[in-house]
């Protein structure tokens, strides 16, 4: 025990703190306080220590169709009280799970990476403040909550999650492109429009096919004319006009 570095407040109302002066770095990592009384049984407590704490931030929610390419953005940096470091890729770690499941689809560490999903690909700028991660050719089951944990030495680990939307894509048989209902519709409008008013026009002025007989009497020169209506033969009280020298119709 480092006793020249470590100091113990005084005992307040069940309350102490344990005091690390001049940290260095192998100082950092998880301590665990027990705490013995008599005829208690003993208590504990596991309080890590960082130098700080990894900042991730990501989208919440990223929506695509089936076949498309989904893109994961993430912004990255180390909060200290020394300022925003550089990230050594070295020793950065990075981690993306699906829903709950533990097993990743895609893992990032000691610089090397390896991915459960061959369709998963990661792009950074030098820095490692910013990474795009690709999921390529999305399938509809690929709905879910997407979780990216990354961690790094000393440092509180930071996570974030993104909800992935996969829309499928429906595809309709189309009898006609749309411009040709935009020039069938008028026409179709027009052409109607004839028709009701021919069928009124021929309502009111109605058409008869007219057959006149003509039979010449040499005696009074009289003729005999008979009216037939629209072709369907004889009217009932057939109409006789008779003039003599002259034909009226």
Known sequence: MDGLRMSLSKVHHGTFSLTFKSVK?????NYTCKVNYPHYIQGSAVTA??????????????EVTTGEDSNFNYMVSLDTQEGSP?????????KFCKDSN???????????????DERMTISRNPNW????????????HQNGTYTCMIYYPNYKEGSTSTILIVRSEEKHTKLFPG???????PVMLLLLVVVVCYHKKTDKYPKHQTVVNCMESLDNQEMT??????GS????????????NKYLI
């Open 129 to 140: 403040d910013h990474f795009i991660l690709t999921l390529k050719d999305v399938e509809f």
């Open 179 to 185: 411009w040709t209902l935009c020039v069938l519709l």
């Open 49 to 62: 220590l960082y130098k700080g704490h990894m900042i991730v931030k990501s989208t919440n929610t990223v």
């Open 102 to 116: 533990k097993n990743p689809l895609y893992l990032f560490q000691n610089g090397e990476v390896q991915v459960q």
């Open 233 to 244: 033969g004889e009217i009932n009280k057939p109409i006789l006009i008779t003039s003599k």
């Open 225 to 230: 004319v008979k009216l037939h209506e629209n």
């Open 86 to 94: 550089s990230i050594d890729d070295s020793v950065l770690s990075i």
């Open 25 to 29: 770095p192998d100082d950092y990592g």
